[in-house]
């Protein structure tokens, strides 16, 4: 059944792809006697080392820009446009085709004796010095197929590594235990260049701050036609054609003399009629600013790795550009150095203050099935509340849902966080929730956390949740839903009453991002690891209390939770083109209630479905399992579980500078640890819950204000679990002409930024 969905897909998209762009040649604005380069690949031979992907970026001339690796849809776009121009509508249609579209890529000879040339050096640089580019061309009609054949031969190996160099101080790291170059290994130039920038990092951090990397030089000497290369290091030549003067300086080791912190000031576009306020602390350091500073001295002085009186070193350096940087009122930081006296610097720190106040609105909705929901939040941040890059936090939440059956749900939520510089924060959150014709619940948080900073050019952090300590207080609940949900489910009841959840929890978080590379693919992982009630049973159990009649221990009367919960998500941001992203997401999640709870609190429960999971659903309406309400309606309470699973994949498209368009499928579920009556089909099962795996798919439309993301998508369902069981067994497929219903089978996510 799924390969013939699959199959129905696959032909509405290609019908649709004739119909959109069947009077559109892809060589319409080809000029005549040249050719559209239709294919551009490398095929690399004799080597598995080295990869097409990796010389891909030595290639002058590329074909236009393909989605799922076949479809030039933007050259497509680009000839729409009318070839004539002479009246206003067509002038309009080419101008914004052009505009939005792909200009054809014309096939240009020379750029490809440049692109052959560039592979040639770059296999060489790789050691392969005897490797052959070759270029194969097909031509059809006005378009070429243009493949570079890189024949790789044997590469060379380093037969002898000597270091050529009399200076004793670099002579000392450049033969140490560290050295990246060994006798046997292959060729590298890359690797060459990464040992001389080793040797130079090395002479910085232990006080040389004239030395650089250019002082060194290799001599490489294949003549012996081995597939051998002797490779020398030594001091450039230039270095004993310079003066003794200028010698001595690039050998000396320099200590700081003074520290000067210029605070939100140039000092080279001072005014000469503007006060300047110096002052001085008792380590000799020297703060000047204009005005009111807007940083105490000692928040400063205690992210500054630089001190008066010690040897100049590029890892301090590093350090305190990364402290600095970190602090959230700062938006730059600049570190300079000036020559004093005999061996000696100065050194000065210009600090720039950000914008320190800050207000976010975020507003989301749904509808599906006739069912309506909407939420709004705000946010302020004062990003420096103390003067000592101390963050300030506010946050509101409000959210209101109808539904077809008349019911109404109402939830509120107020926060307040202080983050200091340090990497704490103190955290109290408030949750209301009212739904008129069941019960009152409120939620009170508060709690004290840690981040280790992430280290200059690192891709870890990691944030420990010292103590968590939340109170649930149910002040009232309707005799109806007592009666018809709580007494006759089990699984229910511990959620509704008042309870403790006293909790640790530790995360860790990598990305291999960097702003700098903002067209290179990459990829976040993190982790989530929590733990809850094992002080508080340990507490209980050496005091010898006496539990309730559920078996539970209690504190001031008031059971308390006890779990363990893990969470593993995983991201691949890969970027096809710079304005077209592939993003594959996985996450899974399992968590256990023992010893002192049968059954996770509600609020620690996983739910399915929503903006940011299986989007064919909307939020928290799927699962578990293959679990049904009575009447096919969502049943809010039950529809929770103890393991998780979500599966997307998405591709982006930039169309326009704040459009953009997105295609996506989903899928996922959640399920129980424990056969719970009331939760039928709810199982987790390993012969049975791949068969109840959720599958959905849709379209998105972002506006990207680059501060903000506005996010419509549209999903809608194509594997329905709840439908594989009883009455509407063998309907689990949503497609038609299958009964897949418009009203039903679709739901609309209005959200703020990316899902993940």
Request: glycine fraction near 8%; proline fraction near 3%.
């Amino acid at each position: 059944m799924a390969k013939s969905v699959l199959h129905r897909i696959r032909c509405i998209l290609a019908v649709l792809g004739c119909l959109l762009f069947s009077a559109c040649s892809t060589t319409k604005f080809v000029p005549e006697g040249k050719y559209l380069l239709n294919k551009a690949h490398i095929k690399v031979k004799d080597t598995k080392a080295v990869t097409s992907s990796d010389l891909n970026d030595y290639l002058r001339q590329k074909q236009n820009t393909e989605i799922l690796g076949f479809w030039k849809l933007q050259l497509d776009i680009y000839n729409t446009a009318p070839a004539d121009t002479t009246t206003k509508g067509n002038k309009w249609l080419a101008k914004n085709a052009h505009k939005v579209g792909e200009a054809p890529v014309i096939y240009d000879e020379d750029l490809t004796r440049v692109s052959m040339e560039q592979l040639g050096q770059t296999m060489r640089n790789k050691g392969y010095f005897n490797a052959v580019v070759d270029t194969q061309k097909v031509y059809k009609k006005k378009k070429v197929n243009l493949t570079y054949i890189v024949t790789a031969n044997e590469p060379y190996t380093i037969r002898k590594y000597n270091v050529d160099i009399d200076r004793p101080e670099v002579r000392a790291i450049a033969t140490n235990s560290n050295c990246l170059i060994k006798n046997g290994m292959q060729f590298s130039a890359d690797v060459l260049d990464r040992e001389r920038q080793r040797i130079a990092t090395k002479m910085h951090n232990e006080g040389y701050f004239y030395f650089d990397k250019s002082m060194l030089e290799y001599v490489a000497d294949s003549s012996y036609n081995c597939l051998g290369v002797d490779v020398d290091i030594q001091m450039s030549k230039y270095i004993s054609q310079l003066p003794d003067s200028v010698t001595k300086r690039l050998y000396a080791k320099y200590t700081i003399h003074q520290v000067y912190f210029h605070i939100d000031y140039d000092p080279s576009r001072l005014p000469a009629d503007v006060e300047l306020h110096i002052e001085q602390d008792k380590e000799g350091n020297e703060y000047s600013y204009i005005g009111e500073r807007f940083l105490r001295p000692n928040v400063l002085r205690r992210n500054c790795r630089i001190k008066a009186g010690e040897r100049y070193s590029e890892h301090r350096l590093e350090r305190t550009y990364s402290l600095l940087n970190s602090l959230a009122p700062v938006k730059y930081v600049d570190i300079s150095f000036d020559p004093v006296g005999e061996n000696q610097l100065d050194c000065h720190i210009t600090v720039s203050r950000g914008k320190l106040n800050s207000v976010s609105a975020e507003l989301e909705g749904t509808y599906s099935a006739g069912d309506w929901g909407i939420a709004a939040g705000v946010g302020y941040i004062n990003k420096n509340i103390f003067r000592g890059a101390e963050q300030l936090s506010l946050n509101g939440r409000a959210s209101y849902e109808w539904r077809q059956n008349g019911g109404r749900a109402i939830e509120g939520k107020a926060e307040a966080g202080l983050t200091f510089p340090t990497g704490v924060r103190i955290n109290i959150a408030y949750n209301y929730q009212q739904r008129p014709d069941e019960y009152t619940r409120t939620i009170a948080n508060a709690g004290l956390y840690y981040t280790i900073p992430r280290k200059p050019h690192g891709r870890w952090t990691h944030r420990f949740n010292l103590i968590d300590i939340s109170y649930i207080y149910l002040p009232w609940m309707s005799d109806r839903f007592k009666t018809d949900f709580i007494d006759k489910a089990s699984v229910l009841k511990s959620s509704y009453e008042d309870h403790f959840i006293l909790d640790w929890s530790y995360s860790g978080t990598y990305t291999n991002y960097r702003k700098s590379a903002p067209n290179r693919s990459y990829i976040n992982f993190n982790y989530y690891l929590e733990t809850a009630g094992n002080v508080l049973y340990g507490i209980a159990k050496a005091a010898k209390l006496t539990t309730n009649e559920a078996g539970a221990y209690t504190m001031w009367h008031i059971p308390f939770a006890q779990y363990a919960k893990a969470d593993v998500n995983f991201t691949f941001h890969q970027v096809i083109a710079p304005k077209h992203h592939l993003v594959y997401h996985a996450g899974v999640g399992v968590a256990v209630p023992y010893l002192n709870a049968t059954v996770l609190p509600f609020e620690k429960r996983y739910f399915s479905g929503g903006a940011n999971s299986v989007r064919g659903w909307q939020a928290r309406t799927l699962g578990p399992g293959g679990f049904r309400g009575k009447g096919g309606g969502m049943v809010y309470d039950l529809q929770a579980g103890d393991i998780r699973l979500d599966l997307n994949i998405e591709y982006r498209w930039k169309v326009w500078t704040y459009i953009e368009l997105a295609a996506f499928v989903d899928a996922g579920n959640i399920w129980t640890i424990r056969d719970y009556e009331q939760q039928p089909y709810g199982l987790f099962k390993w012969d049975e819950f791949y068969k109840q795996i959720a599958l959905s798919y849709g379209l998105g439309l972002r506006l990207d204000f680059s501060i903000l993301i506005l996010r419509l998508d549209l999903g809608v369902k194509l594997h329905d679990p709840s439908r594989l069981y009883g009455d509407l067994a063998g309907t689990q497929w949503r497609t038609a002409p299958n009964g897949l219903s418009w009203k039903d089978d679709m739901t609309l996510h209005f959200a703020i930024g990316y899902p993940f």
